[in-house]
């Protein structure tokens, strides 16, 4: 990216007084003097009137985010914050407005859902208990296969398995300074391994004489191999993205920490949904005619439902702190209050307060899409290849794209829970106004920045995989002494790996969204707060200046 000159001072004389307290008297948000920033000036910020021009930069000839003489930029849509202070917290009103519980009802669903699959448990972990005392299903250690599946606690497995996530957190962590020193040249990288990646498997394929695939991946590596000509000008502003974002993580080690929490609850509370789904088989299942009456049928939807819910209210918890740490960050860090002393659990406190009935709402959304699908999926299982199954294959198609379109705009809705305590339905639809406004940019950053998290996380399970692979081979453990579990052991470790990579990337992931969403909506903040990086980013993406409405 060329070298980007300050402005010139003539053309940003500094107002006697911040433009958003002019006409009124200073209170003490703004008493000190800020930095200059007039997004109502008709000639400095070169913004265009062609959209394509506002998304991808100043015409041919004219370096990014340099003034555009004759050029009038559109009227400044967003109403400048104040600068006043929220009495009851301390922060200013418009990142914090006064707390507020929404959509309570989602959330006394939600805990009665979950109450009634606790108790559920209860009946299931007894059946087991009482099954495995009397010997039905669980023969002693040692005869058949059992045994050898003991082993996996045994000290060599866990072993194993320890070598796998120490070798995945190694990775992530080496990963993330990568990141974090040289975003430019990842972006880059990441990107053309994608398209290599996708060759690559197209000529597998091709080799394996499995046409259709190979078809498949081919259009997607030249699919994707084109679209490095549209998406190289978006790479300077992801660059600033990524390396603002990772700067601002490091500064909060708590965000990981809550990260690597939420990976844990969610693999704690997997093992006890699995633990449930095997009592309720235990209790219901037929095992003289070898059919699944439709009671158990029924329950085991319900199980589905509850795990998916439960899960995704998880998953949003730690998404919408995460994303309270960083947008605290943009509006406070810099300014006369400065930062509060602990953000994380000021944020976390929030996201189970305030939040949680907007996180409910918006995961049970979610949670209804994939149990939907979960069904379709067995009645595809079931149709034999018929007409019923191409039917339930047309089903499942439709309900993963609109899963895919709800998950998506639900990340950035949940940021205008964080940010701005809104409702769920608010948040959805304000998201939905960004993704009108700026859908282009925002969908072509997350893009570049996720496929450099998704390339990390293949590359730290294949050497999560190696490292397991090596200690099975030289040390050879009893329970896999003939070599039966290596396959599956490795690949075990591979998706280890893979996932402690990924939730490094979630905390990016959060902070590269919520940070967009602030700033469609309140350029004008950091221009005040930390104006050097404001300006890094207004040369890489001039139409920041202008607030989405």
Known sequence: MAQY????????????????????????YNAQQQPAYN????????????PQQQYFGAPSGTPQGQPITGVVPPAYETAPYDGTINPDSGLPAKFNPRPRYNDCWAFFLFIAQFAAFVVLSGFAISKINENRQS???????????????LGFFSKSGLITMLIAVLTG??????????????????????????IIAYLAIAIYYFIRGLWMPAIFGLIFGILYASMWFFWKSRIPFATEMLRAVTSISKKYPATFVLAFLGLFVQIAY????????????????????????????????????????????????????????????????GSPQGMSKSPTCASFKRACTTSIGSICFGSLIIAVIQTLRAVVQILRSD???????FIACIIDCFLSCMQGV??????????QVAIYGKAYIPAARDTWTILKDRGIVQIINDNLIGNVWAMGAIMSGCFSGLASYLYLRFENPPFNSNGEFTYVIVVMAFVMGMQMLFTVG??????????????????????????????RIRATWPAVVQGVN
């Open 39 to 50: 997004p109502n000036a008709q000639q400095q910020w070169g913004l265009h009137q062609d």
């Open 169 to 194: 957190a190694v990775i992530s962590v080496l990963y993330f300074m990568l990141t974090e020193a040289f975003p430019r040249q990842v972006i880059k990288v990441t990107f053309a391994l994608s």
């Open 270 to 333: 997997s093992v006890y949904f699995v633990v449930v789904i095997s009592g309720c088989y235990e209790m219901y299942y037929d095992k003289d005619t070898g059919t699944t009456p439709g009671k158990l049928q029924a329950l085991i939807v319900c199980c589905f439902f509850s795990f998916y819910w439960t899960s995704q209210v998880i998953k949003n918890i730690i998404h919408v702190t995460l994303a309270g740490v960083f947008a605290t960050y943009y509006f406070m860090a």
């Open 406 to 415: 709800i998950e998506y705009v639900n990340k950035y809705a949940f940021c």
């Open 506 to 535: 979630t905390v990016i992931d959060s902070g590269v969204a919520t940070t967009f969403v602030c700033l469609a909506e309140d350029p004008a903040a950091l221009a005040r707060t930390k104006p050097e990086l404001f300006e």
């Open 5 to 28: 000159n300050p402005p010139d001072q003539q053309k940003y004389p500094p107002p006697q007084q911040p433009y958003y307290a002019q006409g009124q008297q200073q209170n003490a």
């Open 383 to 389: 149709g034999n290849g018929g007409f019923l199954a």
């Open 135 to 149: 010997g039905i299903y669980y023969p002693a250690p040692g005869q058949g296969n059992s045994g050898v599946a």
